[in-house]
């Protein structure tokens, strides 16, 4: 039986979490699938639309 609200990560509890989210912001390469597909599909858009993506 688990307590609602209460988990545990152990990938938190090492670092890896952290370590993955500091590499992602250094470099801009998302460490997710969906974010990795994301970046790839936007680009992708970009290029064959013609339009640069506008930074915020």
Same mark, same amino acid.
């Given at each position: 039986?688990?307590?609602?609200?209460?988990? $545990?990560?152990?990938?938190? !509890?090492?670092? #890896?979490?952290? !370590? /993955?989210? %500091? $590499? !992602?912001? !250094?470099?801009? #390469?998302? *460490? *997710? %699938?969906?974010?990795?597909?994301? /970046?790839? =599909?936007?680009?992708?858009?970009?290029?064959? *639309? =013609? /339009?640069?993506?506008?930074?915020?």
């Amino acid at each position: 039986m688990k307590i609602p609200g209460l988990s $545990f990560s152990w990938k938190r !509890a090492v670092g #890896i979490t952290s !370590a /993955k989210q %500091k $590499f !992602a912001r !250094a470099t801009g #390469i998302p *460490t *997710t %699938k969906s974010g990795l597909e994301r /970046k790839i =599909g936007s680009m992708v858009l970009g290029a064959v *639309t =013609g /339009k640069k993506k506008r930074k915020r």
